[in-house]
Every structure is written in C-alpha cells, then in structure tokens.
C-alpha cells in the first residue's frame, strides 16, 4: 500500500515505520492516524511481522506534536462529538510488540505516541516534552497519564505546567527511554533491538507485554494473577516445549508461534 503521511519498510521480520511529514516536522494530523491505524492493524495481523519500529523523517523531529493549524479552528462541540483523538486507542491496542526510535524533537502528540510504544530509544538529540499548556490546552493523547506513570508525579508535573523540555540524558536517567545512543546510530539501533524482540518466541512476547501493561492497570495482587495465569497458558503451547527442549539439548530453539 502507499501512503502519503508514512513510509512503511519490511525488513525481514521487522516493520519500520517512518512519519513522513518533514515540512511540519511530522506534525500529527488525521491523516497520519488514519495511516497509522492502517499499518499497525496490517502489522498486527501479519505473522511474518514480529516487532515494528515507528521512527520520524528527518534528524529534527520524531513528531512536533500533533497538527495545530488542524485544530486551530475546532470548537468544543467538533471536539467532543468527533471524540478527538479517541482514534489513537487503536495504536495502544497493539498486541505485538512496538518500539519508539525519537531522534530531535517529540513535543505533544508527539511525546504523547511515543509513549504509547512498548518502550523508546532515544538518539542523543532527543527532547521531549508536553508544551501544549503554551497553547492553552493540555496533553490530550494519554501524556499527563503516562509521563506521570513513566517518570513520576514530580517532573511529570513540572514538564506539563511548564511546556518545557527534557534532552535525552534526563530522559533515560528519569526512566522515560530504555536507551541513549548516538543519533546516526538510531534507526540502526532500533531495528537491532527490534530483530532481537523478533527473533523471541512471538506468544511469550505478546504475553510479556500484556503483563508488564497490566502493572499499571491492575492492583498489584491482580496484576501477579494476571501474570501467573498468562505463564501457565504458556505451557499449553507447543513453543514452550521447543523452548526448553531446546535448553536442555543445547541448541537454539526453533519457534512456531503456537
Ligand atoms: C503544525 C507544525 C507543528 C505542529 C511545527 N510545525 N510544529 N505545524 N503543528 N505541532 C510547522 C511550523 O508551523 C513550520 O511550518 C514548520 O513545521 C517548521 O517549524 P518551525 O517552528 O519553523 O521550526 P523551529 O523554529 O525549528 O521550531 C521547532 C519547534 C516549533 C520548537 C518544534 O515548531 C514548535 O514549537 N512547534 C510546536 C510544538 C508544540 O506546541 N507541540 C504541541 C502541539 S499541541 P511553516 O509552514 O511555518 O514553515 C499537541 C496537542 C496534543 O500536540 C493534545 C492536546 C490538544
């Protein structure tokens, strides 16, 4: 398929997925969610697809938020009948796993989606934050409920009261991104990452990600239900049996995803 918003690039097992809006600085519109739902519901029913990496075009922006001059106009009643922004629950509902590659800016929208992937890599140039407050609004993606989960109450709070920015070396130190690395490495840091998640037994991956996003859905004595009853379903699967085959025979194991 072609899309006009983002490039979609199969390598191997991994899909890398580029916002591709430079002259906005891949400013998020309708459009790039219309697309994006797309590749990511195609994604999540290809079974030769097992991670996906959304990265942005362009050295100076992952996504500098999402598209002002489209809201601009809106009024409460477009808003709330159109349920702005409902359309990005389809992104969060990925059941395969999903990684973030932010090199430049990640502002609102965009700082919100990126917190939506299973984790972020950030280049060194990376700077997030939710400045929409300058713009009399607030995040409405998901950030003031995220960042407060990703970096805690203090800084969450600071960073959406304030519009200001946090460079890549806070980010990792506050538990916003996995890693740091150098940003001409980026992509190619990403999909290796990727490749790694892809190469896993794919149902133990999507059940390690069930698991780790019920911790901040669930109480805690759910959330270890939760994961008890995910880790004994593992065990009616004929990967879980390769799998420790494999460990005892000392080989690498062979995976079907059943
Ligand atoms: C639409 C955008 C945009 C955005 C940048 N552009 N961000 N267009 N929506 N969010 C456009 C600019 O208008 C400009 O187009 C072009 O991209 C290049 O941007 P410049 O501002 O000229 O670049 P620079 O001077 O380098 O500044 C970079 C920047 C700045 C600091 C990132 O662009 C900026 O502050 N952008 C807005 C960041 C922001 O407020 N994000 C939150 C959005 S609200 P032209 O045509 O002029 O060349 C949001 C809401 C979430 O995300 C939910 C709550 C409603």
Same mark, same amino acid.
């Given at each position: ?7 979609? !690039?199969?390598?191997? $097992? ?8 430079? !002259? ?5 519109? /309708?459009?790039?969610?219309? !697309?994006? %739902? !797309?590749?990511?519901?195609? &994604? #999540? /029913?290809?079974?030769? =697809? ?10 100076? $922006?992952?996504?500098?938020? $999402? ?12 808003? &709330? ?23 430049? &800016?990640?502002? *609102?929208? *965009? ?18 934050? =939710? ?6 609004? %607030?995040?409405?993606?998901?950030? /003031? ?15 959406? +009261?304030?519009?200001?920015?946090? #460079?890549?070396?806070?980010?990792? =130190? /506050? ?10 490495? +980026?992509? %190619?840091?990403?999909v290796k990452t990727a490749e790694a998640i892809a190469a896993m037994p794919p149902l133990a991956a999507i059940a390690a990600k069930e698991m780790v996003n019920a911790a901040f859905e669930l109480p805690l004595a759910q959330g270890i239900r939760f994961e008890r009853r995910l880790f004994h379903g593992l065990f009616g699967t004929e990967d879980q049996k ?17």
């Open positions: 398929t072609e899309y006009r918003t983002v490039l979609v !690039e199969k390598r191997g $097992a991994v899909t890398l997925v580029t916002l591709n809006r430079p !002259e906005a600085l891949n400013a998020l519109n /309708s459009e790039v969610l219309k !697309e994006l %739902t !797309e590749v990511f519901g195609d &994604y #999540d /029913s290809d079974a030769s =697809q097992r991670c996906l990496v959304l990265t942005g075009s362009g050295e100076k $922006a992952f996504a500098a938020g $999402a598209d002002i001059k489209e809201m601009q106009p809106q009024g409460f009643a477009d808003m &709330y009948s159109a349920d702005f922004f409902a359309g990005w629950e389809r992104i969060t509902s990925t059941r395969k796993p999903w990684i973030a590659a932010v090199a430049g &800016y990640a502002l *609102g929208g *965009g700082c919100e989606v990126a917190m939506m992937a299973d984790f972020i890599i950030a280049a060194d140039t990376a700077k997030f934050g =939710q400045p929409e407050i300058k713009l009399a609004v %607030t995040p409405g993606m998901g950030g /003031s409920q995220r960042l407060a989960h990703a970096i805690g109450k203090a800084k969450a709070m600071e960073m959406c +009261l304030t519009g200001r920015m946090m #460079d890549a070396a806070e980010a990792e =130190q /506050s538990g916003l991104v996995a890693k740091v690395v150098p940003a001409n490495e +980026l992509v %190619t840091e990403a390769e799998g420790m085959a494999a460990f005892v025979e000392k080989r690498p194991g062979n995976w079907k995803g059943r």
